[in-house]
């Protein structure tokens, strides 16, 4: 892992572009499991390198369980990332977080099904611990950023991750609330195991643009009534990842939670067992521990 912060980016809804970057390149990455959701924006913010990527591809034509979320960490971790923070959409389940709340979550609930959730399997068998998914020092970047331009902010949250592409029922509104859950979203799963498989410390900010469906007291969720909060938030999420470059700066600091070697102790299959190609493919990723 480099000794220099290479902060990646992962954009959602309304967040398509990073603003202000110097040295700016478009970078085409090809990965062994296909492309990418589109070219990653190389460039500099505050003297630390920047690598971006919109989630759903130019002109958001990618939907949620069509992502290549296996492609997206890839292509980061080839370019050198050493960090990935991600900002998107989602809706509450509390009243207290409305729209244009700014959560910055620490845990989740993966209800996705359609979706490939790791990069390792028969060949090569690994599993990574995601009891504490989020790296506190991004969060902490993310909660001084969102402080210092004024965003409302929660520390602290369970992301349910559904399916979609359709909102939810209320039954499914009412269940997730009862879990406990505080915002639901449809993109940080699989992500998040992802990049932990990757050794990449990750991070997400949440920002909420409707209550979902639970409230009887105002209209059920609409693309129409998102897409104005949306727009409102996107000013918003594109000054914040301004703001995290410099306070993380050019110097890395490790994660507190050890992510960047989460694999020496994960991997089941022993050498003399690893079918080769699989070893092969995986070098991508997981090169530190495979050679």
């Not at 759903?56 to 369980?65: D, E, F, L, N, V």
């Not at 699989?190 to 498989?197: D, F, G, I, N, W």
């Not at 102790?265 to 493919?281: C, G, H, N, Q, S």
Request: charged share 20%; hydrophobic share 40%.
């Amino acid at each position: 892992m480099s000794d220099k912060t290479v902060l990646g980016f992962i954009g959602g809804s309304g967040i398509y572009a990073v603003d202000e970057m110097d040295d700016v390149e478009l970078k085409q990455v090809e990965t062994p499991w296909g492309k990418p959701s589109g070219p990653v924006v190389t460039g500099t913010l505050a003297g630390v390198r920047v690598l971006f990527l919109p989630r759903h591809g130019p002109g958001h034509a990618i939907p949620p369980s069509e992502v290549n979320y296996r492609a997206n960490i890839a292509a980061l971790k080839i370019l050198g990332a050493t960090d990935v923070i991600s900002v998107s959409a989602c809706g509450s389940f509390r009243e207290e977080l409305s729209p244009g709340t700014f959560v910055i979550v620490d845990q989740f609930i993966d209800r996705t099904h359609a979706r490939a959730k790791s990069f390792f399997g028969t060949g090569l068998v690994a599993h990574v611990s995601i009891a504490r998914p989020v790296c506190p020092k991004l969060a902490d970047a993310l909660e001084a950023g969102c402080r210092e331009l004024e965003i409302p902010v929660v520390r602290g949250g369970t992301y349910l991750a559904m399916e979609g592409p359709q909102f939810s029922s209320k039954a499914e509104s009412h269940l997730y609330r009862s879990w406990g859950c505080d915002v639901i979203g449809m993109t940080n799963m699989p992500e998040a195991k992802l990049a932990r498989e990757a050794e990449l410390p990750y991070a997400s900010v949440a920002m909420v643009t409707d209550y979902d469906c639970w409230r009887d007291d105002i209209a059920d969720v609409e693309v129409t009534n998102v897409l104005e909060i949306l727009q409102q938030n996107s000013q918003k999420g594109r000054a914040l990842i301004k703001s995290v470059a410099p306070k993380l700066g050019p110097d890395r600091t490790p994660s507190p939670l050890g992510i960047e070697t989460c694999l020496d102790f994960a991997l089941i299959t022993p050498p003399d067992a690893r079918d080769p190609a699989m070893v092969e493919k995986l070098k991508a990723i997981a090169g530190r521990v495979l050679g």
